[in-house]
């Protein structure tokens, strides 16, 4: 168990939906990452927030957003979902706002299928 | 735009060989991370290498990183049937806001 909790683990749902990821961090870390894995793009980043505020953006879709929490968690949001939208979404944590020595630590991720 | 190629991007190879593992990036980075994935699993650090020269060596996985020549390798020293993974290899670039961007990843498959 890497610290980083992903829920939930598998999701099907229809094109047109939306859908709603959550991440808790390694206790004490305080940014998150947001990672998309498909077959034809490999590992993409998609966002980062820092200690509740939004740090970095990568090749999110309009129709995707996300948020941190207060209590640092965060929520990936995906919306009027697509069958290209189906991979596999990794949240990551860090201590600071940036990898630093130790890189990041990834949960186990949510498998998600548009049908 | 910024690549992270890796090479060979399938390798299939006996128990017992050495065979090595090349990253290379096309930006400026002081930074290269491997990580480990299991079919349908998630990813685990296997190494962080944080300036030139830099060499770690865990088992029979050895990494080492060439800033200059912006590559990085892992060597596989007598593989044995556990080492059966992707590997992925990440650079975090200075000035992209520490966001770590992919190789394609390595797919390995040792045969006993």
């Known amino acids: 168990d890497s610290g980083v909790t992903q829920t939930p683990k598998h999701l099907i749902t229809a094109t047109g939906q939306r859908v709603t990821l959550r991440c808790s961090p390694r206790?004490?870390?305080?940014?998150v990452y947001w990672y998309q894995q498909s077959l034809d793009q490999g590992l993409q980043f998609l966002i980062q927030?820092?200690?509740?505020?939004?740090?970095a953006k990568g090749n999110i879709l309009e129709r995707f957003s996300a948020q941190q929490f207060p209590d640092l968690h965060s929520e990936l949001n995906l919306s009027s979902l697509e069958l290209g939208d189906s991979a596999l979404y990794f949240c990551?944590?860090?201590?600071?706002?940036?990898?630093?020595?130790?890189?990041?630590?990834f949960g186990s991720g949510t498998r998600l299928t548009v049908v | 735009e910024l690549k992270v190629e890796q090479n060979p991007l399938f390798l299939s190879m006996q128990e017992g060989k050495n065979y090595t593992i090349y990253c290379n990036y096309s930006?400026?980075?002081?930074?290269l991370y491997w990580y480990r994935q299991d079919p349908g699993k998630s990813l685990e650090s296997l190494f962080v290498?944080?300036?030139?020269?830099a060499v770690k060596q865990e088992g029979r996985l050895m990494a080492s990183l060439d800033t200059k020549a912006r590559l990085s390798t892992l060597h596989i020293t007598a593989a044995v049937h556990d080492l059966s993974a992707t590997y992925f290899c990440?650079?975090?670039?200075?000035?992209?806001?520490?966001?770590?961007?992919f190789g394609t990843g390595t797919s390995l498959t040792v045969i006993p």
């Open positions: 990551a944590s860090s201590l600071l706002g940036t990898s630093g020595n130790y890189g990041y630590t």
């Open positions: 206790s004490g870390d305080l940014s």
């Open positions: 927030y820092y200690n509740g505020e939004e740090r």
């Open positions: 930006t400026t980075s002081d930074r």
């Open positions: 290498l944080l300036s030139n020269g």
């Open positions: 990440a650079v975090d670039p200075r000035d992209t806001g520490n966001q770590f961007y």
